[in-house]
């Protein structure tokens, strides 16, 4: 089944500890990106790939990494989370960026206390 | 920049009624445009999409027709069911960036 996979769908941590959100497609799809999702807010961007070593920020990049390494995959890192990060984030991919659909994940609830 | 404005929510209707939620964008050029529906616990999904003047995006009983006069592509349904109860986003490609703009969501709820 064709699917961008998100781990974990929940996480709670404290302020500082370094955590890691893996997502990975399964859909050969060269375009990958990240968005948060916050009331009254809707979705922002924070970081973007268009392929294997390529990536770029968003509108919200900071407090984040990210890596491609390959192309299935593109984790979100936080190094040093912070109350502000907490938020629902989600991973999504497509196979072009111009009038393809994104595929979305089902989504990584943070809380940073 | 490129935007999208979509019309805020919640919304609430009974089951059968017409649905209408209304977007309208800004762009320098000629954008592709999209919905999508995200269902509770659930990642955002597409639900149809238009990539030209006068195309019209249909499924599930929805529609969307692109306006380039009006600069709008509102979002409806005939009859809308329980099972609709989701947030909508307007969401626009303005082609010469990689970002996807999306609305900040319509949230729907359809009672029995």
């Known amino acids: 089944e064709a699917q961008v996979t998100q781990n974990p769908r929940y996480l709670i941590t404290v302020t500082g500890k370094k955590l890691t959100v893996t997502c990975s497609q399964n859909?050969?799809?060269?375009?990958m990106s990240w968005y948060r999702q916050d009331p009254g807010l809707g979705l922002r961007q924070i970081y973007y790939?268009?392929?294997?070593?390529?990536?770029d920020k968003g509108d919200v990049p900071e407090g984040y990494k990210v890596s491609r390494k390959e192309k299935r995959n593109f984790p979100l890192i936080l190094e040093s989370p912070s109350p502000n990060q907490t938020s629902l984030y989600f991973c999504?991919?497509?196979?072009?960026?111009?009038?393809?659909?994104?595929?979305f994940g089902n989504g990584t609830r943070l809380t940073v206390t | 920049g490129d935007s999208v404005t979509q019309m805020e929510g919640p919304v609430t209707l009974s089951e059968e009624a017409f649905l209408t939620i209304n977007c309208t964008y800004t762009?320098?050029?000629?954008?592709?445009l999209f919905w999508y529906v995200q269902y509770p616990g659930e990642g955002l999904q597409l639900l149809l999409k238009?990539?030209?003047?006068?195309d019209k995006g249909s499924n599930k009983g929805f529609e969307a027709t692109y306006r380039k006069e009006t600069t709008s592509f509102h979002l409806e349904k005939g009859s809308v069911q329980v099972s609709d109860s989701a947030v909508y986003f307007c969401?626009?490609?303005?082609?010469?960036?990689?970002?996807?703009?999306f609305g900040k969501g319509t949230s729907l709820l359809v009672t029995p």
């Open positions: 790939s268009m392929n294997v070593e390529v990536t």
């Open positions: 969401a626009l490609n303005p082609r010469s960036g990689y970002a996807l703009n």
């Open positions: 859909m050969n799809h060269e375009y």
């Open positions: 238009a990539t030209k003047a006068d």
């Open positions: 999504a991919s497509s196979p072009q960026v111009s009038d393809s659909p994104l595929h």
């Open positions: 762009a320098t050029g000629y954008p592709s």
